[in-house]
T-cell receptor, first 115, second 109 residues
């Protein structure tokens, strides 16, 4: 138990569907992250939120839309995805984004399959 | 560009010792992390090195040489539960985390 919970753990969706991934952290952290993990590839940082404000968007296609209503919750809204978007989506948190020398706390991920 | 290299897969025997290497070329350096990730689970923090040398934590040790752009994770007295992927990540000069693709470690009885 890392203190970061992601739902759903598994999701299968068609290319025309709209779905959302949810992340919740119980650690009192102020920074939250979305990562994409594909087989045999490095983790890809997608979005960073620090104190509820989006601070980084690493050229992620607009079919991925993040939302951070408060420091404990993070969503990733998905629409009109492509099969190549199939991957494990990991949420992580840290005390703040100001210094990246602290460890990240990851959730177990949401395994997304796009048909 | 920035790059982290680590072997894709390694196999070792229960009870033995294994060393997982990580070499990096990054714009600046502010520390190196090792994470462990069991299949279907969250990556979890193992170690953080920012100064040269060896840091030991139980059966696991992590070594860093900044001049060589090199680190390794040493696992002793291997157990079946050590079968996992091991991720190396470097903090660059902009405090961005640069990740390697991970090393899948298979432990055989």
């Amino acid at each position: 138990e890392t203190g970061v919970t992601q739902t759903p753990r598994h999701l299968v969706m068609g290319m025309t569907n709209k779905k959302s991934l949810k992340c919740e952290q119980h650690l009192g952290h102020n920074a939250m992250y979305w990562y994409k993990q594909s087989a045999k590839k490095p983790l890809e940082l997608m979005f960073v939120y620090n104190f509820k404000e989006q601070t980084e968007n690493n050229s992620v296609p607009s079919r991925f839309s993040p939302e951070c209503p408060n420091s404990s919750h993070l969503f990733l809204h998905l629409h009109t995805l492509q099969p190549e978007d199939s991957a494990l989506y990991l949420c992580a948190s840290s005390p703040s984004r100001d210094s990246y020398t602290g460890e990240l706390f990851f959730g177990e991920g949401s395994r997304l399959t796009v048909l | 560009g920035q790059n982290i290299d680590q072997p894709t897969e390694m196999t070792a025997t229960e009870g033995a010792i294994v060393q997982i290497n990580c070499t990096y070329q990054t714009s600046g350096f502010n520390g190196l992390f090792w994470y462990q990730q069991h299949a279907g689970e969250a990556p979890t923090f193992l170690s953080y090195n920012v100064l040269d040398g060896l840091e030991e934590k139980g059966r696991f040790s992590s070594f860093l040489s900044r001049s060589k752009g090199y680190s390794y994770l040493l696992l002793k007295e291997l157990q079946m539960k050590d079968s996992a992927s091991y991720l190396c990540a470097v903090v660059d000069s902009n405090y961005q985390l640069i990740w390697g693709a991970g090393t899948k470690l298979i432990i055989k009885p």
